[in-house]
């Protein structure tokens, strides 16, 4: 896959990148790891759904470190760092609905973004992602507790407007959204192409001041959605043909001083 690097907020690590074809040898290779990922998840969830309320809190999704089968591509199509921005402004190569700034996160190296609350980030451009690409980013969270943090989302659009806050996969011509829940500890992907709405356990009540690592490939109308190396999401997601603008919507709120940062990948 060719990769779209885009550049250091904090609040997550993005890189975009094009499928080769010596990587379709690669996936049948893991697919066996893949199905093994799976089980793992499925057992991990199926304990939680028996979780009673009152009860102890929810199992944490297995260490996959062995079995992580995503895949990043091996040329950059687009970078950005963040290195030559100034602080407290936003990076130059980037829109945002409602403002944003780079900032030093605490405690973590590079220039990050610190995330508004209730605004829509884009890059400011038309770069047309390709077919098949891969997309990676961090988000550093700071709070008291997790649920400080209010849902946010990120995810794919028909368009580059940023005229408004995407806050789900059905408006603003949004295509698909993954929103992290992180007051009640869930996942949900969505999407208004194929009609998806997929709801997973996730433990993000354990993320209040720690990095959440994604990682997104996308192969035509099918997209793959890991967190921290587990697979939340494989599935047809986008019609045949359809052109996809990446976004990045802050938590809609916060509270007690709670913040987010995204920085994009380099790797």
Known sequence: MRKILLGSFLFGCLCFSTESASAQIWKKVQQKLENKVEQQIDQALDGK????????????????????SFLPGNTVFFRDNFENETFGRMPKKWKSSGGGSVEEAPGVPGK???????????????????????????????????????????????????RSYISDAYNDNAITSAQLHFHNKEVTNSSSDTK???????????YSNA??????????????IYIN????????????????????????????????FWQLCLG
């Open 49 to 68: 759904a028996e979780t009673k309320a009152g009860d102890a809190e929810p199992t944490t999704l297995p260490n996959l470190e062995k079995t992580y």
């Open 112 to 162: 990050w973004l610190a995330l508004a609350a209730r605004t829509s980030y884009r890059l400011d451009s038309l770069l047309m992602l390709p077919e098949n690409f891969t997309l990676e980013f961090d988000l550093f969270t700071q709070s008291v507790e997790a649920r400080d943090i209010g849902s946010m989302s990120f995810g794919f659009a028909r368009d580059n407007a940023n």
């Open 196 to 206: 998806i709405y997929n709801p997973v356990k996730f433990p993000l009540n354990s």
């Open 211 to 224: 990095t959440l690592h994604v990682s997104i490939a996308v192969e035509g109308e099918h997209m793959r």
């Open 229 to 260: 190396k587990a697979k939340l999401l494989d599935t047809r997601m986008f019609k045949r043909d359809a052109i996809r603008y990446f976004y990045l919507s802050a938590p809609f709120s916060y509270n007690a001083d709670a913040q987010v």
